[in-house]
């Protein structure tokens, strides 16, 4: 058992049953929590978006419109529960839980608060602290990519799958941006649990990831992280103009309902992840009170995340749907190259200086040569060597025909 | 901790985990359905990051989803989804003569070498293979790191031959995959 107290202190003196007790009560919390919280996140996005749009937004249910999602859940289940003919009838039930699964299980292995002692043992606020740790993370988003493209599948329909197809190439490219940012945490951290990141964050703003690694790890993050929870600007996926509404296009009542509650339990564990990996998760200044210490640091994160959660929302609000080609360049042409040689960079200043300064040196001219190379591939696509070559004699020379028609795009 | 003493949590676990082995193992092969494998073949997956963690190698089963379950499976899946081979009806003509007969002489040659290896080596059961005296050598980090080390140090040449061989196979497969519109290019300049 001793182990299992090197990963949770909790445990530190055996399982007995107040630790059995203790470890229930914290994952019903968490369940709870999160869903108390998506209840809260869906009026909150309307009520914002309503607000950036001039509208009024729910009003009618509760005070300010709170209780219009659990009207809106209660409709979706009393509503008929239809399967497409075409659909393969196992997957397209099975789907939904698949959405439903890493979403709750990613949720686990944040930390929102400090330590806390109950009954004489010490309570760390995280459900669980796996030594995988942060890997669960990457894991789960990993698996999150079999509900949409299962969903978009079995529904027997092509805008499903189009949609499932898109959503396949688009989490998987965003992943290894994704892993190669948390490899630079994990690389200053050197810990792969959640809660020595959050440890070692601790000692002041200087102290946490977003300066400390030097902002870039936070932007190519922050990126990737919306394009695998395929929000707006990257909900390719979902793109109501071009795909209805893409992989639950053909799902109704309450399978429709787990895709909702889904994708915004998604939207809040992303936001808490930033502000874990990022911003020091629940550090920040706590006032001496006696024995209220503990509750600052919970309301940090709360307040930190809920600004992260604001930010998405106010994506939606603003900013236009990506391209789907567009979407390929950015993950594939900027971040991942990007975040690999910010890693480089990292790793070799950890090393030492002057290692840090050659990593530098080198990143900067694979930079160019990069550069170089995109440029090629861009002319060869829909350059000059693109233009079908002639049959026969031309009466001009190639090159005053060219000068003569494409004098626009240059 | 003595050699060989059982506790039921764990015993639960193995048999967990070989449930979901064998189950989607049969399951990838007895199944019709291309997808259908497909995800038999998750489960399998599944089952082997379990009894990764059963031995306290946290990081190989974490390693184990995000590579297979996460990456290559996706990719068979988008593959069979893209070529529609799903909707297809099944041809029951065997592509290969006699393939059934060869499939079984090869099945019990297999088991037969399994169960003979089985038989005359010795056999260690309920050791963990990463810990010792019960506790594991290295537990999260420490876990990294041992393999860490190894990697870069004891199979270093491996480690870097493997790097290089993938390298080169997606290499080969891009220019594979374009030689086609490059060729025609060039015949059509010529």
Redesign the interface.
């Known amino acids: 058992m001793?182990?299992l107290a090197?990963?949770d202190p909790l445990f530190a003196h055996g399982v007995t049953w107040v630790v059995l007790l203790i470890v229930v009560i914290k994952v019903v919390a968490g369940f709870s929590m999160l869903m108390g919280s998506v209840i809260l996140m869906i009026w909150f996005e309307r009520k914002a978006i309503s607000d950036m749009q001039s509208r009024i937004g729910p009003q009618r249910w509760g005070p300010f419109g709170l209780l219009q999602t659990l009207a809106d859940g209660l409709k979706l289940i009393l509503k008929e529960d239809l399967v497409p003919a075409e659909a393969?009838r196992?997957?397209f039930k099975l789907a939904p839980y698949l959405v439903l699964l890493p979403a709750l299980v990613t949720f686990a292995i944040i930390p929102i608060g400090g330590t806390l002692t109950i009954a004489g043992h010490p309570v760390m606020l995280q459900v669980v602290n796996?030594?995988?740790?942060i890997?669960?993370m990457?894991?789960m988003?990993?698996?999150s990519?079999?509900g949409v493209?299962?969903a978009g599948?079995s529904s027997g329909s092509k805008y499903p799958?189009l949609s499932?197809?898109r959503a396949?190439?688009q989490m998987?490219s965003y992943?290894a941006a994704l892993?190669m940012t948390i490899v630079t945490i994990v690389l200053v951290t050197?810990?792969?649990?959640v809660h020595?990141i959050v440890t070692s964050q601790a000692g002041g703003v200087w102290h946490w990831n977003i300066i400390r690694l030097g902002l870039v790890p936070f932007i190519v993050f922050i990126i990737a992280i919306t394009a695998e929870l395929n929000r707006p600007p990257f909900d390719v996926v979902e793109a109501e103009s071009e795909l209805v509404g893409g992989f639950h296009t053909e799902y109704s009542s309450f399978r429709f309902a787990i895709f909702f509650l889904a994708e915004y339990m998604n939207t809040i564990t992303m936001s808490a992840i930033i502000v874990t990996l990022f911003l020091g998760g629940p550090a920040g200044w706590v006032p001496s009170v006696p024995h209220l210490r503990w509750v600052f640091p919970i309301l940090w994160f709360l307040v930190k995340t809920v600004g992260f959660a604001f930010c998405y929302i106010w994506f939606r609000a603003s900013l236009p749907r990506f391209r789907y080609d567009q979407l390929m360049d950015l993950g594939w042409k900027r971040l991942i190259p990007l975040s690999l040689g910010w890693m480089l960079i990292v790793a070799g200043f950890l090393v030492a200086k002057g290692w840090g300064f050659f990593m530098g040196a080198t990143v900067l001219l694979a930079w160019t040569l990069l550069t170089r190379a995109f440029e090629i591939g861009a002319v060869r696509e829909s350059g000059a060597e693109s233009v079908?070559?002639t049959v026969g004699e031309r009466p001009l020379p190639g090159g005053v025909l060219r000068s003569m028609t494409d004098e626009e795009d240059d | 901790m003595t050699a060989v003493s059982y506790a039921i949590p764990s015993v639960l676990i193995f048999v967990t985990s070989a449930l979901l082995i064998v189950v989607g193992a049969v399951g990838v092969i007895s199944v019709k359905n291309p997808v259908h494998a497909a995800l038999s073949l998750i489960m399998t997956l599944f089952g082997v990051a379990v009894a990764f963690i059963a031995q306290s190698a946290d990081f190989l089963a974490a390693v184990q989803i995000i590579v297979y379950a996460g990456a290559i499976v996706v990719l068979f899946l988008f593959v069979i989804m893209f070529l529609g081979v799903d909707r297809r009806d099944h041809v029951t003509v065997e592509p290969l003569v006699g393939q059934r007969a060869f499939a079984a002489v090869g099945v019990l040659l297999t088991v037969g070498g399994l169960v003979t290896l089985m038989a005359r080596s010795h056999w260690v059961t309920g050791a963990m293979s990463v810990s010792s005296q019960g506790t594991p050598i290295a537990t999260g980090q420490g876990n990294v790191r041992e393999l860490g080390t190894a990697v870069f140090t004891t199979y270093l040449f491996a480690f870097e031959a493997t790097a290089a061989l993938l390298i080169i196979a997606v290499v080969g497969a891009v220019l594979l995959a374009r030689r086609e519109r490059a060729t025609q290019t060039e015949e059509a300049g010529q």
């Open positions: 001793n182990w090197s990963v393969d196992f997957v796996p030594p995988m740790g890997l669960l990457l894991a988003s990993g698996i990519v079999y493209m299962l599948w799958l499932s197809v396949t190439a998987i992943e892993g050197g810990s792969l649990s020595n079908l070559p």
